[in-house]
């Protein structure tokens, strides 16, 4: 019988990797760029959503001051530790619209710039994310990440939750951070024990604390204290206290 030859199919050549031209060096550059920038924005999302329920062990500004200093002296208190009218006043002396902004008080930036202040502007928050993430100075860079930050913050965190942040890592003297630490410091009692006057008087040290003493104030800082005692009650009649004593 005769054989029958089929003919033998060819091997396709082998396909080599749609690889495409080099990205010239610029090309390349930028892309490393984005990349880089993306990953930094993702890594401080991140940190943010954590201090949204995790403490801040400590803060680049603490390490600073620590390296100065030696040591520093904080213990965290939850608010609920925290007496009211401290928290109260804090608010009314830093940030007395703080129950109903969003990061930034448009009418204190206005007022700010008209009179020419250095200091008014900046709201709780915004100090909270300066002093849990980023540090202290004036610089662009900084202004700018806080900026960015501070919407973020808050979004992801309680109004109640960044008060409670803010009053545990502000310093009030020098080495001395958190309202807990300073009330022992000051007075000798903790942050849920003092009284009216001891309270506006930790709220009203904030802008300097390294320049003004709560357990001896000037005569100007005692009327700075009595128009801190007013603020507070105020809000806490007219409701911008609801925010974090809800």
Same mark, same amino acid.
């Given at each position: &019988?005769a054989?029958?030859?089929?003919?033998?199919?060819?091997?396709?050549?082998?396909r080599?990797?749609?690889?495409?031209?080099?990205?010239?060096?610029?090309?390349?550059? %930028?892309?490393?760029?984005?990349?880089?920038?993306g990953?930094?924005?993702?890594?401080?999302?991140?940190?943010?959503?954590?201090?949204?329920?995790?403490?801040?062990?400590?803060?680049?500004? &603490?390490?600073?001051?620590?390296?100065?200093?030696? +040591?520093?002296?904080?213990?965290?208190?939850?608010?609920?530790?925290?007496?009211?009218?401290?928290?109260?006043?804090?608010? $009314?002396?830093?940030?007395?619209?703080?129950?109903?902004?969003?990061?930034? +008080?448009?009418?204190?930036?206005?007022?700010?710039?008209?009179?020419?202040?250095?200091?008014?502007?900046?709201?709780i928050?915004?100090?909270?994310?300066?002093? $849990?993430?980023?540090?202290?100075?004036?610089?662009?860079?900084?202004?700018?990440?806080?900026?960015? &930050?501070?919407?973020?913050?808050?979004?992801?965190?309680? %109004?109640?939750?960044?008060?409670?942040?803010?009053?545990?890592?502000?310093?009030?003297?020098?080495?001395?951070?958190?309202?807990e $630490?300073?009330?022992?410091?000051?007075?000798?009692?903790?942050? +849920?024990?003092?009284? +009216?006057?001891?309270?506006?008087?930790?709220? &009203?040290?904030?802008?300097?604390?390294?320049?003004?003493?709560?357990?001896?104030?000037?005569?100007?800082?005692?009327?700075?204290?009595?128009?801190?005692?007013?603020?507070?009650?105020?809000?806490?009649?007219?409701?911008?206290?609801?925010?974090?004593?809800?």
């Amino acid at each position: &019988m005769a054989k029958i030859n089929t003919p033998r199919k060819k091997k396709a050549p082998a396909r080599r990797a749609a690889t495409g031209p080099a990205l010239p060096l610029r090309a390349r550059v %930028k892309l490393w760029l984005v990349r880089g920038i993306g990953g930094i924005g993702a890594g401080l999302l991140l940190w943010i959503i954590a201090y949204g329920f995790l403490n801040p062990p400590i803060t680049p500004y &603490m390490i600073g001051e620590r390296r100065i200093l030696g +040591d520093i002296e904080r213990e965290w208190v939850p608010t609920e530790r925290i007496s009211p009218m401290l928290l109260r006043s804090v608010v $009314a002396a830093e940030d007395a619209n703080f129950c109903s902004h969003w990061g930034f +008080d448009v009418a204190a930036i206005r007022s700010a710039i008209e009179q020419g202040a250095d200091r008014g502007a900046s709201t709780i928050t915004q100090q909270v994310v300066k002093n $849990a993430f980023l540090w202290h100075g004036r610089s662009w860079l900084r202004k700018a990440l806080e900026a960015g &930050m501070t919407p973020v913050v808050e979004l992801f965190w309680s %109004k109640r939750r960044i008060l409670e942040v803010y009053v545990n890592i502000a310093e009030f003297d020098e080495g001395i951070f958190g309202v807990e $630490a300073a009330a022992r410091h000051h007075f000798g009692v903790g942050a +849920d024990e003092v009284n +009216d006057v001891q309270a506006a008087r930790l709220a &009203m040290v904030l802008p300097a604390p390294k320049l003004r003493a709560a357990s001896a104030p000037t005569s100007a800082e005692r009327r700075r204290t009595a128009a801190i005692i007013d603020g507070a009650n105020t809000i806490a009649r007219d409701g911008r206290a609801a925010c974090f004593e809800g």
